[in-house]
């Protein structure tokens, strides 16, 4: 098996709307923020090649949106799926799956795109299997008003059309072991419904791509949760399972949003579960 990094973009959002009731003097201290308040964030997906399988967790936002709609998010920097998949040596027709860990449009708009000449949408994977669960299906195409914002029709009724649409098994309890795709899944509420977590077994080490569920460094301490989660209560019990095993079993933690920390290893401290070390993927994957 080998793992790479895939950088579908690099954006901004409010940071205030990152870490819900926490005050800025407390969360700018590892997040800081620009003269507008907002805070540098990336879309980084993870590419797994493992025997015959290309699996890409996450795609990024894609193009396809106007540049109002783009100029809400700041975009910064020259990183693009396609060039990342390029700089590895891959194309995105060669991605076997696409697993969606849920379908915000900035970690699913990458996998639809535009036809040739704009007047519909197409499969931006044309060899892929598209990966979600019936749960979070149900809840991204029969959105709530809190969410409506952020299931984008255009990013998610393509895929179904397109039949390449795959559902993972739903697990008894909170993981569910060796899924389809080779991997363990723990499946996490309360950002938005049945949001997975991929639990990778590289080389003795578990890598776990964190999605929403850790978005950054500055989010390691229980109660700061973002603004966006649907229930923030059941994020803080979420978070605190997660990373309480993540101490215990030294997981290497797979940041999808941290612009300036790729991986990390956390360990239980006085104030809760802490930071421990930064890693690279050079350190880690190769």
């Given at each position: 098996m080998n793992l790479f990094p895939i950088n579908?973009?690099?954006?901004?959002?409010?940071?205030?709307?990152?870490?819900g009731v926490v005050p800025k003097s407390l969360w700018q201290r590892?997040?800081?923020?620009?003269?507008?308040?907002?805070?540098?964030?990336?879309?980084?997906?993870?590419l797994i090649e493992d025997g015959n399988r290309l699996i890409l967790i996450d795609t990024g936002m894609?193009?396809?949106?106007?540049?109002?709609?783009?100029?809400?998010y700041h975009?910064?920097?020259?990183?693009?799926?396609n060039n990342s998949l390029?700089?590895?040596?891959?194309?995105?027709?060669?991605?076997?799956?696409?697993?969606?860990?849920?379908?915000?449009?900035?970690?699913?708009g990458g996998a639809i795109e535009w036809n040739s000449n704009k007047t519909g949408y197409q499969s931006a994977f044309k060899n892929a299997q598209f990966w979600s669960n019936i749960d979070h299906w149900?809840?991204?195409?029969?959105?709530?008003?809190?969410?409506?914002?952020s299931f984008l029709k255009e990013n998610i009724i393509p895929i179904e059309e397109s039949g390449q649409l795959k559902f993972t098994t739903l697990p008894d309890n909170d993981i569910l072991k060796n899924s389809e795709l080779g991997f363990d899944i723990f499946f996490a509420n309360g950002h938005t419904d049945k949001q997975m977590i991929p639990m990778i077994n590289y080389k003795g080490k578990t890598i776990?791509?964190?999605?929403?569920?850790?978005?950054?460094?500055?989010?390691?301490?229980?109660?700061?949760?973002?603004?966006?989660?649907?229930?923030?209560?059941?994020?803080?019990?979420?978070?605190?399972?997660?990373?309480?095993?993540?101490a215990k079993n030294n997981f290497y933690l797979f940041l999808e949003h941290d612009a300036h920390n790729e991986i990390i290893t956390v360990k239980q401290t006085e104030k809760g579960v802490r930071l421990k070390n930064i890693h690279t993927s050079q350190d880690i994957f190769y």
């Open positions: 579908a973009g690099n954006f901004k959002l409010d940071g205030g709307a990152m870490f590892t997040n800081p923020a620009d003269a507008n308040n907002m805070i540098d964030l990336t879309a980084r997906c993870l894609g193009n396809k949106q106007s540049s109002k709609f783009f100029g809400y975009p910064w920097g020259d990183f693009t799926l390029k700089q590895h040596g891959f194309h995105k027709d060669d991605i076997t799956d696409v697993f969606l860990t849920h379908l915000h449009f900035d970690h699913s149900k809840w991204a195409t029969q959105p709530n008003n809190r969410e409506k914002a776990c791509f964190m999605a929403d569920l850790l978005p950054t460094v500055g989010h390691l301490p229980l109660p700061y949760v973002m603004g966006y989660d649907t229930r923030p209560l059941l994020t803080l019990n979420e978070k605190e399972s997660f990373l309480n095993l993540a």
